[in-house]
């Protein structure tokens, strides 16, 4: 069965450091990965997604992850961070069920809080 | 981007009460649209997939007659805790996509709070 891991519960950054929030899957078949942001009392919003192709994503927001299959990863990054990225980061994976249907699987998430 | 809604955003209600939680797609139409549960600290759980105009596939353990979900029209979900009780209390996300395929964004709502005292 798929499952994710974030490795990473809080993520406390100061203001234009880098940063990599981690992102582990499990998964014996080939998989959709997602990253989603939820701001304050919002919902999830799409960062970026990996469907196929180049294993470099870029989203908005100047986020980027990459995708390592042999290390079954999805890891999360930006170069410098600022004050208005501080918010939850959710990784989730695709499922097929035995039906033939799609869900998301999520993460616990990553609280990443970004100081001046 | 495409914009979903949710409503109410917060709801308070006695035990034994049921909730009416309304989940609409202000300019797309949803062919799909799913129901999540999220506990404090915890990731989003997947409770049902609705498509339009048939019955929703509920997810293990979760119970279909306690929670309704209708979906009669491409732009409105609806997800009723019936007999509502303390341990229901949760944060309630709905999605909406084009089609069931994750190939196609899901757009998530902001989420409803529900606290039965």
């Known amino acids: 069965a798929q499952s994710v891991t974030q490795l990473d519960s809080q993520v406390p950054v100061f203001e234009e450091a880098p940063v990599e929030l981690r992102c582990n899957y499990s998964?014996?078949?080939?998989?959709?990965l997602f990253w989603y942001v939820q701001y304050p009392n919002q919902g999830l919003q799409l960062l970026l997604k990996y469907l196929s192709g180049s294993t470099l994503v870029k989203g908005i927001n100047g986020f980027e992850a990459e995708f390592n299959k042999s290390q079954t990863s999805f890891h999360l990054r930006k170069p410098s961070v600022h004050i208005s990225d501080t918010a939850e980061y959710f990784c989730a994976v695709n499922l097929i069920t035995q039906g033939g249907s799609e869900k998301l699987v999520f993460g616990k998430g990553t609280k990443l809080t970004v100081n001046p | 981007g495409a914009v979903v809604s949710q409503h109410p955003s917060r709801v308070i209600c006695k035990s034994g009460t049921s909730v009416k939680i309304e989940c609409r797609s202000l300019?797309?139409?949803?062919?799909?649209m799913f129901w999540y549960r999220q506990f404090p600290k915890q990731s989003l759980m997947l409770m049902a997939t609705s498509n339009e105009g048939s019955k929703a596939t509920y997810e293990q353990g979760v119970e279909k007659d306690k929670f309704l979900i209708n979906h009669a029209s491409l732009t409105l979900s609806t997800l009723t805790v019936t007999s509502a009780h303390p341990e229901d209390s949760s944060f309630y996300i709905c999605s909406a996509s084009t089609s069931g395929s994750f190939v196609e964004t899901q757009y998530f709502g902001p989420g409803t709070r529900l606290l039965v005292l």
């Open positions: 300019d797309f139409q949803a062919t799909t």
């Open positions: 998964s014996s078949v080939s998989v959709y």
